[in-house]
């Protein structure tokens, strides 16, 4: 387990896990299963059960989406996921994992009638965007590990006040096609439009409550 051993924290629930294991070492059941089940309160739930998987614990007890009693529970679909971010090979030998964001969000829209939350890490329909040009999120950035590739499937390009001229650029070619006409000194001179527009739109929002307050 040294694939996650060395990059995940030991939090309480880790460190009940290594007092029990080694207490199952002790009584001579090294190859005894230690299976966990967490569910979410106080938003470190994944965490949580990372840490208990570093620390003895031999699998998890759990569905492939969140849903589940109160604010629900650390899903396989996203444990599955951060074991192979982080290094693991062997469970893409062992399942499907390719269609991991699929299934996850048809059991999602079959057990609850509605879509998966859009912000929902992993198959939530935000999961894949890129925003802001963040490291986790910019296209022209290696991280070591790209989600849509990994599932075969195109990022969408969020654009904003934050974006890059680089992303600015990629969803010029998505949405129109790649052409001679786009470059980065044309997405240079978009972004520079977009922050001017929005500065002239706050101003007006902001001339507008000056009336209005003065009226009042």
Known sequence: KQWYQRRVAITAGGAWTRAV???MTRRGWED????????EQWGLGHSTQLSCLANGATGIWAGLCSEGAALGHSDS????MNMIRLGN?????????????KAARNITKITTEVKAFGRTPIYGDRALDLVFGFIFSDPTAKSG?????????????RISTMASPEMILLKLNNVFGESDQFNLEIAAKMKEQILKNAADEKRKKYRLRLCVDTTA
């Open 145 to 157: 590990f790209d989600m849509c590739e990994f599932f075969g499937l195109e990022p969408t390009v």
């Open 77 to 80: 679909t996203t444990m599955i």
């Open 89 to 101: 090979t062997a469970v893409q030998k062992q399942y499907n994992c390719k269609a991991l964001r």
């Open 21 to 23: 294991r080694k207490e």
């Open 32 to 39: 005894g299963h230690f299976i966990i089940h967490v569910h």
